[in-house]
C-alpha cells in the first residue's frame, strides 16, 4: 500500500535552514505530483507547495515563496522541502501528501504521519 | 487571497444527521474535496470531486454542491466520527491549494 515517511524534522534557530525529506513506496512514484501541508499547534491545515510529478513545474504558498524549495529525487522515491530563513511561524508538524497523477487537479489521498519542525531560539 | 469558508464547529447527537458547509467564489468550478482529521492523527480524505466517496469510506459520509457552496452530510453520526474536518480546493487558476480553516463536528 501507499507509504509516506518524512524525516529531518529538528529544533532550529531563527533565520537557519532545515531539509526534509519524504520517502515514498507502494505506488509509482514518478507518475505523481507531490505537495506539503504544514499544520501548527492547534490550527489548522496550510497547504505549503507542490511538485509536478516531473519537477517541471513548482508552485508554493504566499507565506513561503522565496524561501522554501520543493524538489524530487524520482530514482530514490523522494520529495524535499528545503527551508531557509526559517521564522518562528513556521514552527508546525509538516505532512508529505501525495497529489494527483501528473499534477492536476490538487488534492492528497494519501498523507505521511507528519514531522515536527520547531523554530525557536 | 483565495479563502474557503467553513463553520468553526458542529455538534449534534448520536445518530443524528451532521452538516458542514464550505464556501467559496471559486467552487462552481473547481472541485472540492474533504479531510477528516482525528486528534494526532494525520489527514484522511472522505470526499472527492465534490460528491465522490473514497473506497473504504462509510456510505454515511457523503457530499453534494450548490452554487457557491459546497455540504459534507454525515448520517446516522457515531462517535468515531468526532473529529475535525477541512474542506478543500484550488483558486480559480488551479495554482494555489486552498483550505477552509477547518470545523470540529462534536458528538455529545
Known amino acids: 500500500q501507499v507509504q509516506l515517511v518524512e524525516s529531518g524534522g529538528d529544533v532550529v534557530q531563527p533565520g537557519r535552514s532545515l531539509r526534509l525529506s519524504c520517502a515514498a513506496s507502494g505506488f509509482t512514484f514518478d507518475s505523481y505530483g507531490m505537495h506539503w501541508v504544514r499544520q501548527a499547534p492547534g490550527k489548522g491545515l496550510e497547504w505549503v507547495a507542490v511538485?509536478?510529478?516531473?519537477?517541471?513545474?513548482?508552485y508554493y504558498a504566499d507565506s513561503v515563496k522565496g524561501r522554501f524549495t520543493i524538489s524530487r529525487d524520482n530514482s530514490k522515491n523522494t520529495v524535499y522541502l528545503e527551508m531557509n530563513s526559517l521564522r518562528a511561524e513556521d514552527t508546525a508538524v509538516y505532512y508529505c501528501?501525495?497529489?494527483?497523477?501528473?499534477?492536476?487537479?490538487?488534492?492528497?489521498?494519501?498523507w505521511g504521519q507528519g514531522i515536527l519542525v520547531t523554530v525557536s531560539s | 487571497s483565495y479563502e474557503l469558508t467553513q463553520p468553526p464547529s458542529v455538534s449534534v447527537s448520536p445518530g443524528q444527521t451532521a452538516r458542514i458547509t464550505c464556501s467559496g467564489d471559486?467552487?462552481?468550478?473547481?472541485?472540492a474535496y474533504w479531510y477528516q482529521q482525528r486528534p494526532g492523527q494525520a489527514p484522511v480524505m472522505v470526499i472527492y470531486?465534490?460528491?465522490e466517496r473514497p473506497a473504504g469510506v462509510p456510505e454515511r459520509f457523503s457530499g453534494s454542491i450548490s452554487g457557491t457552496t459546497v455540504t459534507l452530510t454525515i448520517s446516522g453520526v457515531q462517535a468515531e466520527d468526532e473529529a475535525d474536518y477541512y474542506c478543500?480546493?484550488?483558486?480559480?487558476?488551479?495554482?494555489?491549494?486552498?483550505f477552509g480553516g477547518g470545523t470540529k463536528l462534536t458528538v455529545l
Open positions: 511538485i509536478w510529478y516531473n519537477g517541471s513545474n513548482k
Open positions: 471559486a467552487l462552481p468550478k473547481r472541485f
Open positions: 470531486k465534490d460528491t
Open positions: 501528501a501525495r497529489g494527483a497523477v501528473g499534477g492536476t487537479p490538487h488534492y492528497f489521498d494519501s
Open positions: 478543500q480546493s484550488a483558486d480559480s487558476s488551479n495554482t494555489y491549494v486552498v
